[in-house]
């Protein structure tokens, strides 16, 4: 599998969510992030926006959401429970393996994701997160977890002008769980779940702040 080009492609796809306003509806709103859906083009369910300002420079919130083994991302983020570095494909690129602990009071097993992560930096100060699924030799499916996949998906830290103390988070969520669940269940869970993680990003932003 050419790893590179699918990298490549995904970071060019999660640009254009962000870019194209047309077709979302909101769907759960807080202080801290406006949540909104449109049916996926990839998989038959729904991508799902978060958009939301975080507290705190762009180089600490990007140092909570940089998806690295050992990084911070495990110690905050209630939907991951473990982070793996499958194979370095090249310096930005890489194949990781992610753990989900069971969500929705159980109904949702513990689940993992063999993706392929592009970290991507642009000129004006943007740097983002780019993932979607892969098949990987060295992970196959594993007893005791529900092999889930995730189709374009990541997240944006954008530098806000003149404000170097707040950041633009974009997330997108574009997850096919995998198993038997009933639609309602995955429908509910991610836009909770996202308001969950914007919430938790904050504090988690905040408490190296005060480091």
Request: hydrophobic share 35%; net charge neutral.
């Amino acid at each position: 599998m050419d790893f590179v080009h699918k990298a490549n492609t995904v970071a060019d796809c999660l640009l254009g969510f962000k870019k194209d306003e047309s077709g979302w509806k909101t769907c759960k709103k807080s202080n801290d992030v406006v949540v909104s859906w449109r049916p996926s083009t990839e998989f038959p369910g729904n991508v799902y926006k978060g958009e939301g300002v975080i507290n705190g420079s762009k180089e600490k919130v990007w140092e909570c959401l940089e998806p690295v083994p050992g990084g911070l991302r495990v110690k905050w983020d209630n939907n991951v429970k473990k982070f793996e570095l499958l194979e370095q494909v090249t310096e930005i690129i890489s194949v990781c393996r992610t753990v989900t602990p069971s969500a929705a009071m159980g109904i949702i097993a513990p689940r993992d994701f063999v993706d392929v992560v592009q970290i991507k930096q642009y000129e004006d100060g943007t740097i983002s997160s780019n993932a979607t699924n892969v098949v990987h030799p060295g992970c196959p499916p594993q007893s005791g977890f529900v092999r889930g996949f995730n189709h374009t998906c990541g997240c944006i830290c954008v530098p806000i002008s003149g404000e170097p103390n707040k950041t633009q988070v974009f997330s997108f969520f574009q997850t096919d769980l995998g198993g038997l669940l009933p639609r309602s269940v995955v429908d509910s869970f991610f836009p909770s779940s996202m308001v969950e993680f914007y919430s938790n990003l904050a504090k988690a932003v905040k408490s190296l702040k005060d480091h």
